[in-house]
Structures are given as structure tokens and as C-alpha cells.
């Protein structure tokens, strides 16, 4: 398998081009474009100034026998590639490539995929200053900046990299324009430009365009592999993948699920498989993670960890890419060792098949965290790294069938919560958490003794105050579960919720600097129309006002109605005496928040002995809360 390197220097307008006639290709196991625009811009001041920006490099290959698949430059237009005879595969450099491509054609498309529209704009004063950084500016396409360097473009003050959309006169010019006019027609452009705008730089003609040529001669060096005819496709996969890993491991971060590609491409590619393919199908294949997947709550590295969980391995990046390449090899044949089998006894047949298990435990992990323990958005989830310990458990709940495996599960869950297991250490303790809780269902372990089935000793709602932190969440999650019914109607919860104070905040009420006034303990599920009749009214304004005769109208029981908020008989006196005028009031609220903290710390205990839960009929919404 003859291997040769050669070395060569990519003139910008050449390299534009050849990425437009999809002669410069993706192998489709690369990322995406993860670039942003400040990314961009910093890259446009590198060739403005003339540096050096690195070294690309390609792999020569026959179209017509490509080694892998391969994608177009990201916003190249989709179309059919015209007869090639020679074509490049891009190993390292896509995206500096994809970026440069970007801002010389301004294409109506985000930066990156799923960020905003960008223009690039080259300032003509910073830049004859030599204040490069200054000079080369990114804005959003129609914000006012883009509009005010439109207008300064209109009056020969800047250049866009790219073309700008809608009617212009002739003579304004880009400076993708400069960069593909042949010979000498780039200074006749410019000349044109700056007399038909009335530049203030038009006398400075000459050194303006000088400036230029840092920019319009810019040549980019890359490296140029090849092999011999007739080398097979998997020989060629298998020398380029550890390239690509290690070139690309020293540029732009690499993810978990970018080196996976990488390392498994070889032996998933022969049976016609690509990871990230996979990942981009699971909206569709899992309609479940189409929501958290898009919330980017669920996240490709995710599928990894569990795969590597349930099939004996560690979740660390460190082993987890080798221990998952030795099970792909069993999986696909590559290697000797036949199924892979999981803690849990069940053993894979295929990479499609460890893939779906996978990917089906993650999606009944979300539903579970949503429906049946309360987390009614991904905003208000404990901790987001507890579905991966989480999905691979349900796998040995589901495949071995053990009695009490569900609630032993759940029995972890609320554990993990309100034990504040997964602050820090998170691999270790998923990992920890996985083959102990897993010994204890097959019943090849004891209780773990960190599951001791009570509260906490010490636990202090009052002074829980942050909305992110996990027992903030946990609390809400509750008061989910109880079920957070409409206040003033008694009717059941709305899909979109709120939290908002019971005690409301203002300058002028008595306990509005009370300590306790963030606390969780003050807190509650409000759909918008009841937020809104509460407003900033006194609880006894409310509670008399609103919630009794609501409730009158409808017939439902106020007691009831506050019970689902966990806010006890004693609680919901206190809250219908709650006014600014009591000489008493800061006591009354003191003792709503002392009266609620028992209804919390009640429920939590219920929780933590371990009961099967009430499961809902909720399921997840989506939309704006």
C-alpha cells in the first residue's frame, strides 16, 4: 500500500474554486461546521495581514471510486458534481475551508448551522492604519451594524467579503470580486469602485490596493496524499482514520462522538454503516429524543457512554473509544469473540442492534425524567448527566426482568437527587453508581449503603435559593408530581409553566428582604393566566379574591388545589392571612415557609424509602415555558 506525500501552496481564488466545483470534499465521518463568526473573523484578519494559517490536508482519490462517502463544503449549493477526474478529500483544514467559502459568497444560511446569518465586512480606514483586528468586522445580515457598513460600503468606506443581497449600482464591488478578477482587471475594479462612490480613499488609491495584496495573493499550504492504484478501499480507510484523529486533535476541539466516528469508521464503513448518520436518523428512528436532541439536552457523546456502560465498559473518554472499538470488531466480525454480552446477561447481536438499545434506553430515560419524575422541561432536570446512568440502567431493569428492579431504579434516582450525587465527579460516580445499583438488582449485591432510605440530616430548604442547582429542580419536580393544579380554578395544570413566588416581591412588602424570599420553599408551578391574576396582590387578596371564588364557580376543593403545590392545611392558612398591612406580617411569612419545608421534607421522604411511584398521564411538551 504505497503511500506518497507531496507538498503544494493553494492560491484563495483556486481554493474557492475548486471547493465551489466539488473538487475539495467532506469525508462524511468529519464533523460539521462548528465554527462561529468570531472564529471567522479571526481567521479573514490571519490572510488580511498575510500570516500563516496553517497547513491543509487532502487525500487524492478517483471519483469514480471513492474511498468513503463524502459531503459538499458546508453551503455549497446541492447539484449534481460535473465528470471529475481528480478529486480531494479534505483530512484536516474543513474548517478553515468551510469558513473561507462561507465569507466569500455569503450564502443565506447560519454560522454555524444552527446560529445566525452573517455578513463580513473589511473597515478601508482601520485597514490602511494597519489596524487589521479593527478593520475586518462581522454583523448579523439586516442588523443596524450590517446596515451602517452597507451604507459605508455605498460611500467607499468598506468592502463586504461577499456578495450582499438586493439591487446595487455596477461599480460597487466585493472582494471576492478583486479575488477572481483576472490580471491586472482587480486594480481597474477598484479604481472603478472608489471614483464611482466618491471614496475619501480614492487619492489613496495606490496604497489601498498594495495593502490588498496580502489578501488577494493569498496562497494556503497543504499537504497532498495519495496511493497507489488499485489500493483497496478499506486499506485507505484504515491508514487515514488514525491520521485524522491525530491531525484534527490538535485544532478545533474534537468531541467524544467526533473521534468515535473516526475510530469506527473503518470497520462500520464495510457494512455500510456511519455513525453520524445514525445520530442525524435518531429523531426519526427515536421520535422520543427529537425533542431533547433539539434542546440539545440529549447529545451525541450520551449514546457513547451508554453503549460503553452497558456493554462492561467505562464511560471516561480515556478507555471509552477502545473498549468500544474492541466491541464494534466482535460486532461486525472483524475480530474473533462472537456477541457481546451486557451485565445484564443479554447479549448483541450486531452494531445495529447495541446502537437501538442504546438509543431506545435514552429515550425511555428522558420520558421517565419528564413524566414520572416530574422534570416538566429540560430547564428543570436535577442533573443532566444522570440519563446516561440512567438509560443503562433501565437496560438491565428491562433485559433482566428482575423483581423490584423498577423501584429499585427510582429508589437511585431520588437518591442521586437530593444526596447531590453527581456535583462533581460525574464519570466516576455514573460508573460507581452503574455496577452497584446493577449488583443490587440482579441480586448479586446488597443495597448500596448510600441509598439509606431517609433525608438527609441537616437538609435546609429555606436557604435553597439558586433555580439551577439540583435541589432547586428536585423540589419543583415534587410539587410536578403532586399536581401543581390551576390556583384559581382548581382545573389541572397547563403544558406551559412558570415558577413565581407565592409571597409576591416588591419594594413595598414587608418580606421583601426577607432571607427566605428565594427560597424554593416560596416558590411554585404557575400557568400564565393564574401568574397573571396573582400579579404582585398580597396572598390574602389572592386567596379571597381569586382562588375562593374561582374555585366556587367550578366546585373544585381548595384544599385540594393547594395540597398538589405541597402547601399542607397549616401552610395555606398562613398563605390566606399573608398581608402587608398585619402588624404581623414577616411572622405569617416565616411561618408559610416553616409549615411548606415540612410538606417538602414529607414528600422527600417518600421518595427516599423507596415507594413506587404514581405515575402520571403527562407527557412531554415542548414548546415555550
Known amino acids: 500500500m504505497p503511500l506518497t506525500k507531496g507538498h503544494t501552496r493553494l492560491r484563495l481564488p483556486d481554493l474557492l474554486s475548486r471547493v465551489s466545483s466539488y473538487e475539495f470534499l467532506?469525508?462524511?465521518?468529519?464533523?460539521?461546521?462548528?465554527?462561529?463568526?468570531?472564529?471567522?473573523?479571526?481567521?479573514?484578519?490571519?490572510?488580511?495581514?498575510?500570516?500563516?494559517?496553517?497547513?491543509?490536508?487532502?487525500?487524492?482519490?478517483?471519483?469514480?471510486?471513492?474511498?468513503?462517502?463524502?459531503?459538499?463544503?458546508?453551503?455549497?449549493?446541492?447539484?449534481?458534481?460535473?465528470?471529475?477526474?481528480?478529486?480531494y478529500s479534505v483530512l484536516d483544514g474543513q474548517q478553515r475551508i468551510s469558513a473561507l467559502y462561507y465569507a466569500f459568497h455569503h450564502p443565506n444560511l447560519?454560522?454555524?448551522?444552527?446560529?445566525?446569518?452573517?455578513?463580513?465586512?473589511?473597515?478601508?480606514?482601520?485597514?490602511?492604519?494597519?489596524?487589521?483586528?479593527?478593520?475586518?468586522?462581522?454583523?448579523?445580515?439586516?442588523?443596524?451594524?450590517?446596515?451602517?457598513?452597507v451604507d459605508e460600503w455605498y460611500r467607499g468606506k468598506a468592502l463586504p467579503f461577499g456578495p450582499v443581497s438586493g439591487p446595487h449600482p455596477p461599480h460597487l464591488i466585493t472582494l471576492y470580486d478583486l479575488l477572481m478578477a483576472p490580471g491586472?482587471?482587480?486594480?481597474?475594479?477598484?479604481?472603478?469602485?472608489?471614483?464611482g462612490t466618491s471614496s475619501p480613499y480614492a487619492p489613496s488609491f495606490g496604497k489601498l490596493f498594495g495593502s490588498l495584496n496580502s489578501l488577494l495573493h493569498y496562497d494556503l499550504d497543504a499537504v497532498v496524499l495519495s496511493f497507489s492504484p488499485g489500493t483497496g478501499s478499506s486499506a485507505i480507510v484504515s491508514a487515514i482514520s488514525p491520521v485524522f484523529v491525530n491531525v484534527n486533535s490538535k485544532g478545533t476541539k474534537l468531541t467524544l462522538f467526533d473521534l468515535a466516528v473516526a475510530h469506527l469508521f473503518p470497520l462500520?464503513?464495510?457494512?455500510?454503516?456511519?455513525?453520524?448518520?445514525?445520530?442525524?436518523?435518531?429523531?426519526?428512528?427515536?421520535?422520543?429524543?427529537?425533542?431533547?436532541?433539539?434542546?440539545?439536552?440529549?447529545?451525541?457523546?450520551?449514546?457513547?457512554r451508554v453503549m460503553a456502560m452497558i456493554t462492561g465498559g467505562s464511560v471516561k473518554k480515556a478507555t471509552l473509544l477502545n473498549h468500544l472499538h474492541g466491541v464494534v470488531s466482535r460486532?461486525?466480525?472483524?475480530?474473533?469473540?462472537?456477541?457481546?454480552?451486557?451485565?445484564?446477561?443479554?447479549?448483541?447481536?450486531?452494531?445495529?442492534?447495541?446502537?437501538?438499545?442504546?438509543a431506545s434506553c435514552l429515550e425511555e430515560a428522558y420520558e421517565r425524567i419528564v413524566k414520572d419524575y416530574g422534570a416538566l422541561g429540560p430547564e428543570w432536570i436535577p442533573y443532566g448527566a444522570m440519563i446516561v446512568p440512567l438509560a443503562a440502567l433501565i437496560h438491565v431493569e428491562r433485559r433482566s426482568g428482575a423483581p423490584g428492579a423498577r423501584d429499585k431504579v427510582d429508589c437511585w434516582?431520588?437518591?442521586?437527587?437530593?444526596?447531590?450525587r453527581y456535583e462533581k465527579s460525574v464519570d466516576t460516580t455514573a460508573m460507581a453508581d452503574f455496577r452497584a445499583v446493577t449488583s443490587w438488582i440482579l441480586g448479586r449485591g446488597g443495597k448500596p449503603?448510600?441509598?439509606?432510605?431517609?433525608?438527609?440530616?441537616?437538609?435546609?430548604?429555606?436557604?435553597?435559593?439558586?433555580?439551577?442547582?439540583?435541589?432547586?429542580?428536585g423540589v419543583l419536580n415534587l410539587i410536578a408530581l403532586a399536581g401543581a393544579r390551576n390556583l384559581v380554578y382548581g382545573s389541572p395544570r397547563g403544558s406551559s409553566l412558570q415558577i413565581d413566588h407565592l409571597f409576591p416581591k416588591g419594594r413595598s412588602k414587608p418580606w421583601a428582604?426577607?432571607?427566605?424570599?428565594?427560597?424554593?420553599?416560596?416558590?411554585?408551578?404557575?400557568?400564565?393566566?393564574?401568574?397573571?391574576?396573582?400579579?404582585?396582590?398580597?396572598?390574602?387578596?389572592?386567596?379571597?379574591?381569586?382562588?375562593?371564588?374561582?374555585?366556587?364557580?367550578?366546585?373544585?376543593?381548595?384544599?385540594?388545589?393547594?395540597?398538589?403545590?405541597?402547601?399542607?392545611p397549616a401552610a395555606e392558612s398562613s398563605f390566606a392571612h399573608g398581608s402587608s398591612g398585619a402588624p404581623n406580617s414577616v411572622a405569617i411569612f416565616e411561618d408559610f415557609i416553616r409549615e411548606r419545608e415540612k410538606d417538602v421534607l414529607a414528600e422527600i421522604a417518600k421518595k427516599l424509602k423507596c415507594q413506587p411511584l404514581i405515575i402520571s398521564t403527562w407527557r412531554p411538551h415542548f414548546g415555550s415555558s
Open 513 to 568: 428582604t426577607h432571607p427566605w424570599m428565594e427560597s424554593v420553599l416560596n416558590a411554585t408551578l404557575l400557568d400564565e393566566s393564574t401568574n397573571k391574576a396573582k400579579g404582585k396582590k398580597d396572598p390574602s387578596d389572592f386567596y379571597h379574591a381569586d382562588v375562593l371564588p374561582g374555585h366556587g364557580k367550578t366546585g373544585a376543593s381548595v384544599r385540594a388545589t393547594f395540597g398538589s403545590h405541597l402547601i399542607s
Open 449 to 473: 449503603s448510600w441509598l439509606p432510605g431517609s433525608v438527609p440530616p441537616g437538609m435546609d430548604f429555606k436557604t435553597v435559593v439558586d433555580r439551577k442547582s439540583a435541589l432547586y429542580s
Open 268 to 304: 462500520l464503513h464495510p457494512i455500510g454503516l456511519n455513525l453520524r448518520s445514525l445520530w442525524n436518523r435518531l429523531p426519526t428512528t427515536h421520535p422520543g429524543l427529537a425533542g431533547p436532541i433539539s434542546k440539545d439536552f440529549v447529545e451525541p457523546d450520551d449514546i457513547l
Open 413 to 420: 434516582y431520588w437518591h442521586s437527587v437530593f444526596y447531590e
Open 110 to 149: 447560519p454560522l454555524p448551522p444552527k446560529g445566525k446569518v452573517v455578513r463580513f465586512f473589511l473597515k478601508l480606514d482601520p485597514f490602511l492604519k494597519g489596524d487589521f483586528d479593527e478593520a475586518v468586522v462581522v454583523e448579523r445580515n439586516g442588523s443596524p451594524g450590517f446596515k451602517d457598513l
Open 184 to 195: 491586472p482587471s482587480a486594480g481597474s475594479l477598484l479604481d472603478a469602485y472608489l471614483s
Open 331 to 358: 460486532l461486525t466480525g472483524a475480530s474473533p469473540g462472537g456477541p457481546v454480552t451486557s451485565p445484564a446477561d443479554h447479549s448483541f447481536s450486531s452494531f445495529l442492534d447495541l446502537w437501538d438499545e442504546a
Open 26 to 87: 467532506i469525508p462524511e465521518f468529519q464533523r460539521d461546521l462548528v465554527w462561529k463568526p468570531e472564529q471567522v473573523r479571526e481567521l479573514l484578519v490571519s490572510l488580511v495581514r498575510g500570516d500563516f494559517a496553517g497547513v491543509i490536508l487532502l487525500l487524492e482519490f478517483n471519483p469514480t471510486s471513492p474511498p468513503f462517502h463524502h459531503k459538499a463544503v458546508y453551503a455549497v449549493p446541492s447539484s449534481p458534481p460535473p465528470p471529475l477526474t481528480h478529486a
